[in-house]
């Protein structure tokens, strides 16, 4: 069974950095990403990463977050600087097993973490 269990979520000011993390139990991933949710919206893509270690970011997060992950630790993580008000979201850490281009596409992903709490004040 594949678990994966956020952490690192909370609240910072616009203009801070905050670090996310996701650790994962189970078999090896092919992709991993993170997605996030906004109250009333869809979940939306943010990042992921691929077993080469490919990544793609959303136009919105670009410059300003980098995902990487430890595969000793079996460990996601997103780094997040110059946070602003638009992304405070519930961010949820993503994988699926099968390969192909790991694409910001929710549907996509089979396995997913309960969610991290961010929240960016002005």
């Known amino acids: 069974e594949v678990q994966l269990v956020e952490s690192g979520g909370g609240s910072v000011q616009a203009g801070g950095s905050l670090n996310i993390s996701c650790a994962a139990s189970?078999?090896?991933?092919?992709?991993m990403g993170w997605f996030r949710k906004h109250p009333g919206k869809e979940r939306e893509g943010v990042a992921t990463i691929g077993s080469d270690f490919a990544t793609r970011y959303a136009d919105s997060v670009k410059g300003r977050f980098t995902i990487s992950k430890d595969n000793a630790k079996n460990t996601l993580y997103l780094q997040m600087n110059n946070l602003k008000p638009e992304d405070s979201a519930t961010y949820y850490c993503?994988?699926?097993?099968?390969?192909?281009?790991?694409?910001?596409?929710?549907?996509?992903?089979?396995?997913w973490g309960q969610g991290t709490q961010v929240t960016v004040s002005t």
């Open positions: 189970g078999y090896s991933m092919y992709c």
């Open positions: 993503a994988a699926r097993a099968w390969g192909g281009v790991c694409y910001l596409a929710a549907q996509q992903f089979n396995f």
